[in-house]
């Protein structure tokens, strides 16, 4: 069973408009916790980094939050642009030294339309 | 420009034919990683290395191979391609200070 859930699957939102992407994970112990942003094609780039004492941070438009004790996550997109047109990946960290044992969330595509 | 790139970015091959798919980072990351990306499927570990001629297998690792002579290369081999590894695969490095992962651009790789 996939130990990072996210939701959801898709949407499609207009611009201008908030949206909030959901990831909820069972790894344990925890060490960190990452949003990643892929555009159609490309590869995925990092848009946010939390560790476990870290409840908000924002990176633009993008502000991430966590809850380490309910293990989810969510990102929150202010005023949407239609380059936000992507897929969302939220991506977990266990111990400190388990490299081979991200846990990488299915995604949740974004479609933003004018 | 310094930065990770993978080559080829488009492949067609027949099935049980060898495939070797290129990595080449200009950052001197320590740490290399290969992944395949599947609908409906987040992205899978195929092999990491932590540093040249140290590799250590993934989630899924059968039917590939790996090498690491030199720090800046990480290249995959497909033994004998099969249509289930027909995929889209991404290398990758980090960086030793916050640990950011840095994803080459993806060669999409058709077995038929």
């Known amino acids: 069973k996939n130990q990072v859930e996210q939701s959801p699957q898709s949407l499609i939102i207009l611009e201008g408009k908030n949206c909030t992407l959901q990831?909820?994970?069972?790894?344990?112990?925890?060490?960190?916790l990452r949003w990643y942003k892929q555009d159609t094609g490309r590869g995925p780039v990092s848009l946010t980094i939390?560790?476990?004492?870290?409840n908000t941070k924002s990176n633009g438009r993008y502000t991430a939050t966590l809850d380490a004790d309910t293990k989810q996550s969510s990102l929150h997109i202010t005023a949407s642009q239609l380059s936000d047109s992507a897929s969302y990946i939220c991506?977990?960290?266990?111990?400190?030294?388990?490299?081979?044992?991200?846990?990488f969330g299915a995604g949740t595509q974004v479609v933003v339309t004018p | 420009d310094a930065g990770i790139t993978q080559s080829p970015r488009y492949k067609i091959t027949e099935t049980g034919r060898q495939v070797t798919l290129m990595c080449h980072q200009t950052?001197?990351?320590?740490?290399m990683f290969w992944y395949r990306q599947d609908l409906g499927h987040g992205l899978r570990l195929i092999y990491y290395?932590?540093?040249?001629?140290?590799?250590d297998k993934g989630e899924v690792p059968d039917g590939y191979v790996v090498s690491r002579s030199k720090t800046e290369n990480f290249p995959l081999t497909l033994e004998s391609a099969t249509r289930s590894q027909t995929s889209v695969y991404f290398c990758?490095?980090?960086?030793?200070?916050?640990?950011?992962?840095?994803f080459g651009e993806g060669s999409w790789l058709t077995v038929v």
């Open positions: 990758a490095s980090r960086t030793s200070d916050d640990h950011t992962i840095y």
């Open positions: 990831c909820n994970y069972t790894v344990s112990p925890f060490s960190n």
């Open positions: 939390m560790t476990f004492s870290e």
């Open positions: 991506v977990v960290r266990g111990r400190p030294d388990s490299w081979g044992k991200l846990q």
């Open positions: 950052w001197s990351h320590s740490y």
């Open positions: 290395s932590a540093a040249a001629d140290i590799t």
